[in-house]
């Protein structure tokens, strides 16, 4: 069975910090993909990035940027120079291949709440 | 402008009432999800469907049914059956085979 892991709770910074948020995972595929969402005060969870097993390089992408290491099952998530309008849940979910057809059948971790003060 | 429409966005419901909730998508996507979220938990797969008029069973069916009659549209309905109703449901819908699951904005239900 698959399940993903958020340790962090909660995360509380100061605007202009950085902050990581990270998100361990057990799987027993070898193709599987990740993925982060960002849920605002409205509900809506707003996709973010997908990655799958076998690319392991790094991405970014403007203040936002991930650490996808097979060793350690972790897909981390940094902010560079946290703001205001972060402050949200952050999931990490997981899904495994089954064909190539299960985009969206997936299984999420517990969720981080990140509040950034001004 | 393309998306996932969840109605209503709040819903209020007596014990032992069937209530249903409606979801569209205008993505053209193949796949759609319904998953279940609970104060301070993540979200819990209740029902998904790959193709029109077939759907599966998700980590949490129990009292709920769904129905998949159009692409478009993956209604589900929280029976009677139900215990513990109360929770912000999601609705969402992917490609088969590329990108990621988009999500529409939920409704919270509240039984009274």
């Known amino acids: 069975a698959q399940k993903v892991t958020q340790a962090q709770t909660e995360i509380s910074v100061v605007e202009k910090e950085d902050v990581t948020l990270d998100c361990v995972y057990e799987?027993?595929?070898?193709?599987?993909?990740l993925f982060w969402y960002k849920q605002p005060p409205s509900g809506e969870l707003v996709f973010l990035i997908r990655r799958n097993s076998f690319d392991e390089q790094n991405e970014i992408s403007g203040r936002y940027s991930w650490n996808f290491q097979k060793s350690t099952s972790s897909f981390n998530f940094t902010i560079t120079a946290s703001q205001v309008v972060d402050s949200a849940v952050y999931f990490c979910?997981?899904?495994?291949?089954?064909?190539?057809?299960?985009?969206?059948?997936?299984?999420f971790g517990q969720g981080t709440i990140l509040t950034v003060h001004p | 402008d393309g998306g996932i429409t969840q109605s209503p966005k709040y819903l209020f419901r007596k014990e032992g009432q069937n209530v249903t909730l409606s979801c569209e998508q205008n993505?053209?996507?193949?796949?759609m999800y319904w998953y279940r979220q609970d104060p301070g938990q993540g979200l819990r797969l209740i029902y998904y469907s790959q193709i029109v008029n077939d759907f599966q069973k998700g980590d949490i069916a129990e009292g709920y049914s769904v129905s998949r009659e159009k692409k478009e549209s993956f209604p589900l309905t929280v029976t009677s059956a139900q215990k513990n109703p109360t929770a912000f449901y999601l609705c969402?819908?992917?490609?088969?085979?590329?990108?990621?699951?988009?999500f529409g904005q939920g409704t919270r239900l509240t039984v009274v």
């Open positions: 969402a819908s992917s490609f088969r085979d590329r990108g990621g699951a988009f």
């Open positions: 993505l053209n996507h193949d796949a």
């Open positions: 799987t027993r595929d070898t193709t599987y993909y």
């Open positions: 979910a997981l899904s495994e291949d089954a064909g190539g057809t299960s985009y969206g059948k997936l299984t």
